[in-house]
Each structure stands twice: as C-alpha cells, then as structure tokens.
C-alpha cells in the first residue's frame, strides 16, 4: 500500500490573505492556486499558477531562486505540460503549493518587497493565452450519474428498468480518444457521420442533427503503479493531482446508430473540452462532503472510508452568435454516485496502469430534478421539451454558431475555489 501523505496542507488556511489583489468572488483566491500552461508574446509556454487574475510565472520565480528549497528543476516549469512537475509526486507538488502560498501571502514581504521582481513573475491573465495544461497519454469517461442513466434509460428503454443490471455494482465507463481533447476556447466543428433516423429505411449520412454538450468534470492523475497492480480506495487520493472542468461533446443521432454493441466511438472522439487550470485535489478538501447510500451492497474493493464526494457547483450556460445567453442547467459535482476514488479503483483492479497525465472523467452530471440536468438530451427530453431563449428562439440541441459554456465553484465559510471555465463554439461542418 502506498504511503499516505501526511504533509499539512498551509495553503488551505481560509484566514489567508495575499498582498496581490484579489477580486471578491474570484475562482482563484489564494487558498486555491491552481496549477496551468500559458504563453505571452516573447514568453514560451510554461507552468503557471492563477492568483487573481494574474499568473505567477514558476519558470521566473525558479530561476530567481524563490524555490531553491524544493526537489525541481527549471525544465519541471519551463515545459509545454506539468507533467514533468507532476512526476514528482504529491509530497513534492504539495510542497510546491504551500511554498507558493507563503510567498503570496500578506505576512509575507520576501517577494513584495523585492519590486523589480514582481514584474518578471506576475503576468494579467488578460494578456496570456492559455493552453492544454497536460500531455494526456490516456482518457477514460465513466457514466457515474444515477440522475442521468436513469433519464437515458427511460427515454431509450423502459422506466421501470431504466439502469442496466451492471450499474450499481461497477463504475461503468469507456476509453476515449485522447488526441482530440481540446483547450477552452476552441472551436469544435460539427462531425459528419452514419444515421438511422428512418428505422424502416437504410442509413444516411450527412451533419450530425443532435449535436449535445456533456457537464463533466474531469481528474488528472499522478503516476501509477506497475501494470498488473491496482490502486485501492483507500490509496486513490494520493495518486490524484487535481480536477479540471470537461465537455464531452456528444453526436446523438451518430451515438444511437453505432453504439451497439461495444459502445460510443465516432459520436464521441471527435471533440471534448477542457477548462485551463487544474486545481488541485488539496485546495478541495474542505469541500468533501458524504456521499449516497449504495443498495445493493457493493463489493469490498469498491468500498471506501471518509468522505469522498465533493460539493462543486455547476452551471451551462447556452450563448448564441449574436451573444444571446441563458443558463441551461444548475447542477453539482455532489449528484455523482460513484466518487473518483471507486472509479479508480475499478479502473485498477485489473491490474490496468495508471500514467501521469492521465484524464479520468466523470460523466455526465444531472441533478434530481429538471433545471440540474447535464445535458441537452435530458433538458430538451429527447426534443419534447425545447429550450426558449431570450431572443425568441428554441433549442432542442446545439445549432451551429452556439457557444456552450462550463463554469463551477466550491464555497465554505467565505472560502470559494472555483475552475475557471470552459467554452466551446461549435462551427458548421466542413
């Protein structure tokens, strides 16, 4: 069993304040510090932690000599990935942390009063492009909603036995195409593919007609174990860097012709999101909560102790090309009814590897009730139900044009980590 992290975690203080400033409400206090990849004019991509909405720059703030005390090099911050940062294992990321939130504290004068320094390693988000935070090497998308498999089996089989027999005794999920996950802000085109709209007509093939967007959330893992080993319940939380927001766009009427018998493939691989920055599993631990009674009892490698759920709230927000908004869905992370660390240990039992980088996603999110549904299948149910917008229009599913955007946050005690978000246009089929 892997040794567990016992390292306090000082950056999580809520009575912290830093000497940069922070907006009220801010996604990114000081309590937070979440971990990205970005570039400004002359300056290469490289590791950056949002504070605010300014970007502390690590590869400066190393060079400087301000983390001479920690086990990393410059090539860990002057990097395209965190990956090579990642490598160094919790121990040494957390250490990471702490250290960056004592330097930006208020208590703290080492780096405010050094002046010409500041403007070597603060940057304005504004200014900065973002990008793909990690090299993912392997994606897996679960199905971990009770809401939202009870919704689809109803619309697609019987409600009365709307879960298949195998839902509440694994975490159900699939491996996706990592090579086609995309950065926050860029525009997806809507895939082409096989249709059955007719069932008593032959396929067609053309644009997808029901193009969908999927509220997920997604986690990015440390290294594994050797292959042929598995990570246990217990052990899970230490191989778990941090959390990012994720779209997983979905074609519908492709998804309905091909994925039987093995599952989505062209309906899926064709596009997903992901917001820029990582927050990381420790600055969301005030923020665990308990999670749903399991009926039937599961089996003793999927059971867990503690709580290991967490209150995230969710929002999906609908923008049309004229910049027409409206809020689709309320949800939270907090509806799922199996948490990360059963999904990685039913990943694992196999003896399956886990890499660094790797991007585990939940599914979608659907809450108990309409207004929390993650999905426009569900909000729209199937079509029956369109969505009116303000300008006068309805949607039943995406149109060419529209922007989807994912936004959450936690909130405790006056403390809010939030993510970000991520944004998608989707443009019309080339």
Known sequence: MVKKITMSIKANNPKLTSWIEVEKDSD?????????????????????????????????????????????????????????????????????????????????????????????????????????????????????????????????????NALLPNWKHIPVGYHGRSSSIIISGTPVYRPKGQQKPDENNPPVFGPCKLFDFELEMGFITYQGKSLGDHITTDEADEYIFGMCLFNDLSARDIQKWEYVPLGPFLAKNFASSMSAWIVTLDALEPFRIPGPKQEPKILPYLEYNGDKHLDINLEVILKTEQGIEKTVSNSNFKYMYWNMNQQLAHHSINGCNINCGDLLASGTISGPEEGSYGSMLEISWKGTKPVDMPDGTQRKFINDNDTIILKGYSKKNGTRIGFGEVSTKILPSK
């Not at 300014?54 to 005390?69: A, H, N, R, T, V």
């Not at 957390?94 to 320094?117: A, C, G, P, V, Y």
Request: hydrophobic share 30%.
């Open 28 to 160: 990114f206090p000081i309590q937070n510090l979440p971990f990205g990849i970005f570039s400004k004019e002359n300056k290469s991509p490289r590791v950056g932690v949002a504070i605010g909405n300014q970007i502390l720059d690590l590869k400066e703030l190393f060079k400087l000599g301000y983390l001479d005390s920690l086990d990393f090099s410059l090539t860990d911050f002057d990097n395209n990935y965190l990956n090579s940062m990642m490598l160094h294992g919790k121990h040494s990321t957390r250490e990471l942390r702490n250290t960056i939130s004592d330097l930006l504290s208020s208590e703290n004068q080492t780096l405010k009063n050094n002046t010409h320094h500041i403007a070597d390693v603060l940057h304005s988000q504004h200014d900065c492009t973002m990008h793909l935070p990690v090299k993912i090497g392997d994606y897996t998308d679960f199905y971990s909603s009770e809401q939202h498999a009870y919704n689809v089996g109803c619309m697609f089989r019987d409600p009365n």
